[in-house]
Nanobody, 123 residues
C-alpha cells in the first residue's frame, strides 16, 4: 500500500501561482505513474497531469503550458507547479499513484489516492 499526502493548496488571485506537493510513503517503489486529478463542485473528477518513473509527462489540454509536474525520487515527492491560474482551476486537487502498464490519464487506473487539497482561484 502507498500512502499519499498532498499539501500546498490555498487561495490565490487569477494569474497567480501555487505549487502542490505530494509525499509518498509505504510501498512507493511499486508506483510507476504519479498523477494529479481535480474535482470541482458539481463536476466529475478530471485528469490534470501525470509523470512516470522514467520521467515521461502527460498533461490535460486545459493546463498545458501553465502547469508543470516534476518529481524528486530521493524524497518520494511529486510536485505540481501551477502558473497563470484561472478561476476555472478552482477544485480539490488529488494526488494518485498507479502501477506500470496503467493508462496514465484514467482515474480508474490509479489505486492509491491522497486526501486532496483545496485550490481556490479568485477573479
Amino acid at each position: 500500500q502507498v500512502q499519499l499526502v498532498e499539501s500546498g493548496g490555498g487561495l490565490v488571485q487569477a494569474g497567480g501561482s501555487l505549487r502542490l506537493s505530494c509525499a509518498a510513503s509505504g510501498r512507493a517503489s511499486s508506483s510507476y505513474w504519479m498523477g494529479w486529478f481535480r474535482q470541482a463542485p458539481g463536476r466529475e473528477r478530471e485528469f490534470v497531469a501525470a509523470m512516470s518513473r522514467s520521467s515521461i509527462t502527460v498533461y490535460a489540454d486545459s493546463v498545458k503550458g501553465r502547469f508543470t509536474i516534476s518529481g524528486d525520487n530521493s524524497k518520494n515527492t511529486v510536485y505540481l507547479q501551477m502558473n497563470s491560474l484561472k478561476p476555472d482551476d478552482t477544485a480539490i486537487y488529488y494526488c494518485a499513484s498507479a502501477r506500470m502498464g496503467s493508462p496514465a490519464t484514467r482515474d480508474y487506473a490509479y489505486n492509491n489516492w491522497g486526501q486532496g487539497t483545496q485550490v481556490t482561484v479568485s477573479s
